[in-house]
């Protein structure tokens, strides 16, 4: 059982540059979380869904973007990236309120 | 707005220590508690998860207590090994947070010496 994985492991941009960080998961699970996590500072939600077509904001939602066409992926997107988003990005799933939360092995971004 | 704090923010002990890790947090309206292990470089690894209903759950060496009343949960580890070292995270689940996205503290980082 693959449970939540994300790609890429490690990836370097450009300032203004785009990409997408992949999530998908194999649990069935209707939750869907992207956190960020900075030394000296926890991690903090970027971006939720609670099922495929609802997606929301986070504590830290500028200049991300998400979207959940199905239950298994939720994918997080960088339109400009900036050197503030200079990161750890970790997905998480869960199946309900109640249950446990999964992680991914997250990514590491740096912005130069 | 919760907040989760975690005591110590570093820990270091021989091994074959048995320690206690705490967590607290300002909101007691939760619906349940996670305690998480990390280690360098890599994801979270759920360890336990207590709901607010229970006092207790138990996995191995591992025991977690929890009392929503005054805010608190410990994560008890007997018989310290150096596999045991890793940065140790808790985390809340609150009504309404961000479809009960879970607040994190920010880690006791846990050396045991050989």
């Known amino acids: 059982n693959a449970g939540v994985t994300q790609t890429p492991k490690f990836r370097i941009l450009k300032i203004g540059q785009s990409m997408t960080l992949q999530c998908t998961q194999d649990m069935n699970h209707n939750y869907m979380y992207w956190y960020r996590q900075d030394p000296g500072m926890g991690l903090k939600l970027i971006y939720y869904s609670v099922g495929a077509g609802i997606t929301d904001k986070g504590e830290v939602p500028n200049g991300y973007n998400v979207s959940r066409s199905t239950t298994e992926d939720f994918p997080l997107r960088l339109e400009l990236a900036a050197p503030s988003q200079t990161s750890v990005y970790f997905c998480a799933s869960r199946q309900d309120r109640w249950t446990e939360a999964f992680f991914g092995q997250g990514t590491r971004l740096t912005v130069v | 707005k919760q907040e989760v704090t975690q005591i110590p923010a570093a820990l270091s002990v021989p091994e074959g220590e048995n320690l206690v890790l705490n967590c607290s947090f300002t909101?007691?309206?939760?619906?349940?508690l996670q305690w998480f292990r990390q280690d360098p470089g890599k994801g979270l690894t759920s360890l336990l998860l207590i709901q607010s209903s229970q006092r207790e759950q138990t996995s191995g060496r591992l025991n977690a207590s929890l009392d929503k009343s005054s805010g608190r949960s410990t994560l008890y580890i007997a018989a310290s090994q150096p596999g045991d070292s890793a940065t140790y995270l808790c985390a809340v689940i609150n009504p309404g947070g961000g479809a009960d996205g879970l607040t994190f503290g920010k880690g006791t980082h846990l050396i045991i010496q050989p």
């Open positions: 909101d007691s309206a939760i619906y349940n």
